[in-house]
Nanobody
Framework: VQLVESGGGSVQAGGSLRLSCAAS??????LAWFRQAPGKEREGVAV???????RYADSVKGRFTISKDDAKNILYLQMNSLRPEDTDMYYC????????????????????WGQGTQVCVSS
């Protein structure tokens, strides 16, 4: 699986961004967004299973939406009402379907990662 993210950038607090992740070679399982800043722990932001189930970190519920264009095999993360604390490098990752749904936001379960795209939210 190869994952290539895009769509990061700089935005003011309250603004929106949409991240994209082109997934080649991905067939079935989990696709997720993670974020991490230098010196901080990696955080699972949102995950989507191939059947369409989604799950979000509490910190982004109601503000972020994960979706996928199955025809194009592109994963999206729509981020609204952005806050300065959302500033991070965002990564797309893929995990096999054997991963437990309960652990689907744990980075250790993912074996394919993109290079990341930077999001910067100013106050």
């Amino acid at each position: 699986v190869q994952l290539v993210e895009s769509g990061g950038g700089s935005v003011q607090a309250g603004g929106s961004l949409r991240l994209s992740c082109a997934a080649s070679g991905y067939v079935y399982g989990y696709l997720a967004w993670f974020r991490q800043a230098p010196g901080k722990e990696r955080e699972g932001v949102a995950v989507r299973h191939s059947v369409g189930s989604t799950r979000y970190a509490d910190s982004v519920k109601g503000r972020f939406t994960i979706s996928k264009d199955d025809a194009k095999n592109i994963l999206y993360l729509q981020m609204n009402s952005l806050r300065p604390e959302d500033t991070d490098m965002y990564y797309c990752a893929a995990a096999p379907s054997t991963t437990s749904w309960l652990s689907a936001l744990e980075g250790s379960r993912y074996n394919s990662w993109g290079q990341g795209t930077q999001v910067c939210v100013s106050s």
